[in-house]
């Protein structure tokens, strides 16, 4: 079995978490795409909702989610990011700055 060094090993950790760091045109085309906004919202608030009723509230436009990779892309960070049982900060959408 070859041993990996640790240059070589920090140098394939830091090329695989590349993609973690800059995001491709078309992500960022798409979190701009005012479906992957109002996913988002949606998300957020059903994020927000959680653990609030035996329900489980979720808001979502079905439609949109079936047919809108934009969407289904924002409601899950939506969700993720708003979930209230994981963050304590929810609401902001990221990469976008707050407006005063």
Same mark, same amino acid.
Request: glycine share 12%; charged share 20%; net charge positive.
């Given at each position: 079995?070859?041993?990996?060094?640790?240059?070589?090993?920090?140098?394939?950790?830091?090329?695989?978490?590349?993609?973690?760091?800059?995001?491709?045109?078309? =992500?960022?085309?798409?979190?701009?795409?005012?479906?992957?906004? @109002? %996913? /988002? +919202?949606?998300?957020?608030?059903?994020? *927000? $909702?959680?653990?609030?009723?035996?329900?489980?509230?979720?808001?979502?436009?079905?439609?949109?989610? =079936?047919?809108?990779?934009?969407?289904?892309?924002?409601?899950? @960070? %939506? /969700? +993720?990011?708003?979930?209230?049982?994981? *963050? $304590?900060?929810?609401?902001?959408?990221?990469?976008?700055?707050?407006?005063?």
């Amino acid at each position: 079995m070859r041993k990996i060094s640790a240059a070589g090993a920090l140098a394939l950790a830091f090329a695989l978490s590349g993609c973690i760091f800059f995001e491709t045109p078309a =992500e960022r085309a798409m979190r701009n795409d005012p479906n992957f906004k @109002a %996913g /988002y +919202s949606d998300g957020c608030a059903s994020g *927000n $909702a959680r653990g609030t009723n035996y329900a489980g509230d979720k808001v979502r436009d079905e439609a949109a989610y =079936e047919t809108s990779k934009p969407y289904r892309a924002g409601w899950s @960070a %939506g /969700y +993720s990011t708003c979930n209230n049982q994981y *963050n $304590a900060n929810p609401g902001t959408i990221p990469g976008q700055s707050p407006t005063p």
